[in-house]
């Protein structure tokens, strides 16, 4: 498999999401969500004063943006931009990505600390927000908990543990509350970031500090595999008019403290279209 680049000079993407034609997603380096259109004509959606990072929408079109450092789920309606919910006394970091599911509720991840200090890792939360805006703790005992996906049917959601290397799987009810855990996918070697679910219930998984791309099945078996080295895979989406185009967000350095913008989103066609949410 061979990517190839689409846009080039973001400072750092994440979160991208296929809706209305075009490639949403975040750049928490430059503090906006943009899109690009498979021509790749670009287009700055909101700024932001923190970082952004998870995009979802409600059913009403209402888009909702994780703000990191503030640790706070915004909304985005009407040319507006406002405060959904705190979420600083359940996240133990940094607020990463997430996903929203057919009902709006949003399903948040968190570092679980300070990562950037090179704090002791422990574990962490995934948060679930309500479309009334309450907060609530859906799940304990995650390593990193960072993309997430959920099945067509909105029955199973799947998370990424970055430093769990693994997939873990849980049970949605229909009021949004998760059980039955368990490991979708261990990848050993791996340090999952974000991912997405095609149509054959396969996964995709960008691995950042593999410098790759995987398609994972429940199992763990590797169907394909994309070795980007230098640059590392932070997170990816199936998308285009027939959703069998993987975009890939690519950077060739770590973190926030990059000098240069050398952020890309690259491309490369599958077989396969993408499925479920996000």
Known sequence: M????????????????WRDGRLWFSDFRFRHVRTVDETGRTEIVVEMQDAPSGLGWRPDGTMLIVSMAERRLMRFAGGALSVEAELGALAGGKCNDMAVDASGRAYVGNFGYDFEARAEPRTTCLIRVDPDGSVHRAADG???????????????????????????????????????????????GCSPDGICLDAEGAIWVADPRGRRVLRVREGGEITH?????????????????????????????????????VGRIETVRVDVPGAGLP
Do not use: K, Q
């Open 142 to 188: 995650l390593m990193f908990p960072n993309g997430t996906a959920i099945t067509p049917d909105g029955a199973t959601l799947v998370v990424a543990e970055t430093f769990g290397h693994r997939l873990t799987a849980f049970d949605v009810a229909a009021d949004g509350s998760l059980s039955n855990r368990r490991t979708w996918a261990a990848l050993e």
């Open 2 to 17: 061979r990517l190839t680049p689409l846009l080039d000079g973001l400072g750092f993407g994440e979160g991208p999401r």
């Open 225 to 261: 595999s994309a070795d980007l080295a230098p640059r590392g895979a932070y997170a990816c989406m199936l998308g285009g008019a027939d959703r069998r185009t993987l975009f890939v967000v690519t950077n060739s350095v770590g973190g926030t403290a990059n000098a240069e913008p």
